[in-house]
């Protein structure tokens, strides 16, 4: 199969990014419900998404989407109990689970009561369980990207990296001496959709590192995200663009 590159959505400030990829979730998910009779996404976490949720939530989109059809599942977390801020779940419980009165029984939170391995062995099973016969293929994946290049928790220079497995790893990162558990590459990739979601001048090098340079995965984790014949999607403002080449 064809490996495709990218499609860059570039806004003037990060509200129009926001409000871009708001509307682009909407159609993701109205496309997956009329063709599948459910939407299944994987969420990011950090700072950046929450602004997404928290806008999902609002009057102006919270009719737009089914939200009974919908089923959330996270593509990283940090090792942190499910109440610290810290937690992904937590962030997007606040944002968008709770204000939408999402059901227990369509957000699959990873279990970090567990020791990292076996949460990670435990979430594996719950994705393919999700999927039973059918391959794991998310309607819509979406990631941020840290200032060192890592998207989801696929960190530079870390075995994850070189995982060929489609599942779920536990990470070690050295420097921050934590674990986080993360979806592989070729688990993102099999994807019907991935969409970026990047703003602010912090993040311009790392998109330029990832969208100009060379492949070069230990040092930009993100150039490892690529779909079968399709494009991946990057919502970019224009201070996170300001260093693209022309
Ligand atoms: O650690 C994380 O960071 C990345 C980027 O987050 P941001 O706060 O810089 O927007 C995120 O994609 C990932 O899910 C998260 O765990």
Not at 61 to 89: A, C, H, I, L
Not at 94 to 102: D, H, N, Q, T, Y
Not at 130 to 152: I, P, Q, S, Y
Not at 192 to 220: C, S, T, W
């Amino acid at each position: 199969m064809e490996k495709s590159s990218f499609c860059l959505h570039v806004f003037a400030d990060a509200d129009a990014v926001l409000a871009a990829l708001a509307d682009y979730f909407v159609d993701q998910a109205s496309q997956a419900v009329a063709a599948r009779g459910r939407f299944a996404v994987a969420l990011s976490g950090g700072s950046s998404p929450k602004k997404l949720y928290e806008l999902l939530a609002s009057p102006a989109y919270r009719e737009r989407v089914e939200w009974d059809k919908v089923y959330f599942f996270f593509g990283d977390e940090r090792n942190v109990p499910q109440t610290s801020p810290d937690s992904n779940y937590l962030m997007a419980k606040k944002a968008l689970f709770e204000p939408l009165g999402i059901r227990p029984a369509q957000v699959f939170a990873i279990d970090t009561a567990l020791a990292p391995a076996e949460a990670a062995a435990q979430y594996g099973v719950d994705v393919e369980e999700f999927f039973g016969e059918k391959k794991a293929r998310f309607d819509l994946v979406l990631l941020g990207l840290g200032d060192n290049a890592h998207t989801a928790s696929l960190f530079p220079h870390t075995p994850v990296l070189h995982d060929k497995a489609v599942g779920v790893k536990d990470v070690w990162l050295p420097v921050e001496q934590v674990f986080r558990i993360t979806f592989t590459a070729p688990l993102i990739n099999q994807a019907r959709a991935v969409a970026f979601l990047v703003y602010g001048q912090g993040k311009a090098e790392a998109v330029h590192q990832i969208l100009d340079l060379p492949r070069d995965i230990e040092n930009y984790p993100a150039q490892l995200i690529e779909l079968d014949g399709k494009e991946v999607d990057w919502f970019l403002d224009e201070a996170a663009a300001s260093q693209l080449k022309k």
